[in-house]
């Protein structure tokens, strides 16, 4: 049971470009909405995080934008650059525990 | 990262065997997590702790036990491997945003333990 839906599953964006990606959720004990970054061979890092008390959180070239009613969050990367090709997580949190989507593999392109 | 050790970083055993991975922190945090990560399946929750002792089951916690008899190491136990818990395992860590309010800010994982059960 799949509590945060992530899409797509791979993306591929020119240099300069915005990549978006989408997560869904359904419950709404849900408090907490972080996103991931992922090296090959690296853990995740976080990137970025909302509560649902604000529509749009910006750090540096990263936005994430959340729509309560929809139960919808998703993250825009401006300006992409190549370092910036990597796997990305959204997840959601009601207290103790992390429930993470199944991941965007991001490629941008030179 | 932030204090955070996993070991071995990279096992091969047999269908069987018990495996212990170990997860080791130095920053005092209360909570800590252990999760696999598979293809399409992003990270999911095994097991988790709250405190010395204090331990309970994620989504997929079959074949998989934990014990926590210290602040600082998490042990995560598979009592008989299975081809199927070939997985990449990350330990976490989590740090509040604000004590008391609950929100959860996971900042921290480890480096991984790349682990193939043949």
């Known amino acids: 049971q799949q509590q945060v839906k992530q899409s797509p599953q791979s993306l591929i964006v020119q240099k300069g470009g915005i990549p978006i990606i989408n997560c869904a959720y359904e419950?709404?004990?849900?408090?907490?909405f972080p996103w991931y970054q992922q090296f090959p061979g690296k853990g995740p890092a976080l990137l970025i995080a909302?509560?649902?008390?604000?529509s749009e959180k910006k750090e540096g070239r990263f936005t994430i934008s959340f729509n309560k009613s929809a139960k919808q969050f998703s993250l825009h990367i401006m300006d992409s650059q190549p370092g910036d090709s990597a796997t990305y997580f959204c997840?959601?949190?009601?207290?103790?525990?992390?429930?993470f989507g199944s991941g965007t593999q991001l490629t941008v392109l030179p | 990262d932030a204090g955070i050790t996993q070991s071995p970083r990279h096992k091969v055993t047999e269908t069987g065997t018990p495996v212990t991975l170990r997860c080791h922190q130095t920053?005092?945090?209360?909570?800590m997590y252990w999760y696999r990560q598979d293809p399409g399946h992003g990270l999911r929750l095994i097991h988790y702790?709250?405190?010395?002792?204090?331990?309970d089951k994620g989504e997929v916690s079959d074949g998989y036990s934990v014990s926590r008899s210290k602040t600082e190491d998490f042990l995560l136990t598979l009592e008989s491997a299975t081809s199927s818990q070939t997985s990449v395992y990350f330990c976490?860590?989590?740090?509040?945003?604000?004590?008391?309010?609950?929100?959860?800010?996971?900042?921290?994982f480890g480096q991984g333990t790349r682990l193939t059960v043949v």
């Open positions: 920053e005092n945090h209360r909570y």
């Open positions: 702790s709250y405190g010395v002792k204090d331990t």
């Open positions: 976490a860590i989590k740090s509040l945003d604000r004590p008391g309010q609950g929100a959860i800010r996971m900042a921290f």
């Open positions: 909302i509560r649902p008390d604000v």
């Open positions: 419950n709404t004990a849900f408090d907490y």
């Open positions: 997840a959601a949190s009601p207290a103790r525990q992390l429930t």
